[in-house]
């Protein structure tokens, strides 16, 4: 689904956060979203999924105006993912449960999914008492047991183990096999953005800086902000 | 020492008497309880719900004031809700003082306010991380709520439980509006109120350890249905 961005503001206490004049997310795509703390990458994502009002401006989903019926095709997943309390079973029949899904094929579905993602040894366990990378795994899957149109993910990968790192990138991957899904993804590490996202959009102070293709963005940076935060990020990791 | 072990005896001894009195005390203080936690929790738990979630101006005096009515003397609200009842009061008419509802409109006065509170509090705090949560994966309205009281069953029990808890002994309100009439407002408390000021201890004590025993018994049950674990 196609996701485009007119005269996008948002304000908290005065101060603008998020100031974007024109911007357009194509389905079949990994953005990959970069910045330093503070540059808005996260208010992007909420105003997104409609879970922070906008002060200005409007968000179009597939040429339309945001319709109540758009929250059902999309999702958000934050890196430390809520989880209710409940077994991870019943936790990613939740979606299911919402969109009025038969019992049958609930128990399907989910039975499909806990295997996809290799967490059958997890199905029967209180979700709130699992590991950070355990917990993940088991929202992502939630997330995407409904198959949204739209997936919108907040460093979904941050504080895991390599190990972890490599399965979720491997299930982003394989959810967009199709190239029919719009898929954001934040993250704080320009090697991952290069590995799993086709674009790279650079933000700070609430605009988007630079943008393109992630191999292009990454290896030849137009401004000097992207380089500083480039070249520190490859001091620091 | 030798009077607190007499009195557990003679406890013992007075639940195996059979003795009608008794029962009709313990068959009031559980009717009265009950039903002024049965109505509070009616009342309270949708209100703390809807008032938790929702974004009013006001909003952080409104939770002052209900965390003050949390920890209103029972004294006090016996004292208005005599006034109120009372023959010249505005609710003269009714002629409910010195009954058991007169006694049952007290105690919800008391028990409102916690289990509301407790609702409001913990609907506050968690309830905004559950909606957005819900949201995110495509809930609608009531969808959301039946999350929302799943997630916080537990402070569901806590509120009930300590609604019952404030109820069941409670001495002061249900004196002033029952008077403590025997066979007609005298409860499990004022009982042993009256006893001990009467220096009868084995009969306080007795009534004491009984009342300690339904506080224990309800609690279990309760807990046990809400939770699913009985633990």
Known sequence: ?237 | MRYILEGIIYAIKLLLSFDPEIYEIIGLSMYVSFASTLISSFLGIPLGFLLGLKHFKGRKIFARLLNTAMSLPPVVVGLVVALILSRRGPLGQLQLIFTPAAMIIAQTCLVLPIVMGVIFNSSRDKGTEVEKMCLTLGANKLDTLLVLVKELRANILVAITSGFGRAISEVGAVMIVGGNIKNHTRVMTTFIAMNHSMGNYYISIAMGLVLLGISFIVNAILYGRITGTGD
Do not use: W
């Open chain 1, 1 to 237: 689904m196609e996701i485009t961005l007119k005269n996008v503001k948002k304000r908290y206490h005065q101060k603008t956060v998020l100031d974007i004049p024109d911007f357009h997310f194509f389905p079949g795509k990994i953005y990959g979203i970069i910045g330093p703390n503070g540059a808005g990458k996260s208010t992007l994502l909420k105003v997104i999924a409609r879970l922070e009002e906008l002060s200005e401006g409007e968000i179009f989903y597939q040429q339309q105006p945001f319709r109540k019926e758009i929250l059902k095709t999309m999702t958000y997943l934050t890196q430390k993912p809520f989880l209710f309390s409940a077994s991870v079973v019943e936790n990613i029949s939740y979606p299911l449960k919402f969109r009025k899904y038969k019992r049958d094929e609930i128990r399907f579905l989910v039975e499909k999914i806990i295997s996809e993602f290799g967490i059958e040894h997890l199905a029967h366990q209180l979700a709130t008492k699992l590991s950070g990378g355990e917990a993940q795994r088991v929202a992502l899957a939630r997330a995407l047991i409904f198959k949204p149109q739209i997936l919108l993910l907040d460093e979904p990968t941050s504080n895991m183990d390599p190990n972890s790192i490599e399965i979720i990138e491997k299930i982003i991957l394989k959810y967009n096999h199709k190239k029919d899904k719009t898929i954001l993804f934040i993250t704080h590490n320009v090697a991952q953005a290069k590995r799993i996202c086709d674009e790279v959009i650079y933000l700070e102070n609430g605009i988007i800086v630079e943008s393109g293709k992630a191999k292009d963005v990454i290896a030849s940076p137009k401004s000097e902000n992207l380089r500083r935060f480039l070249s520190l990020e490859y001091y620091v990791n």
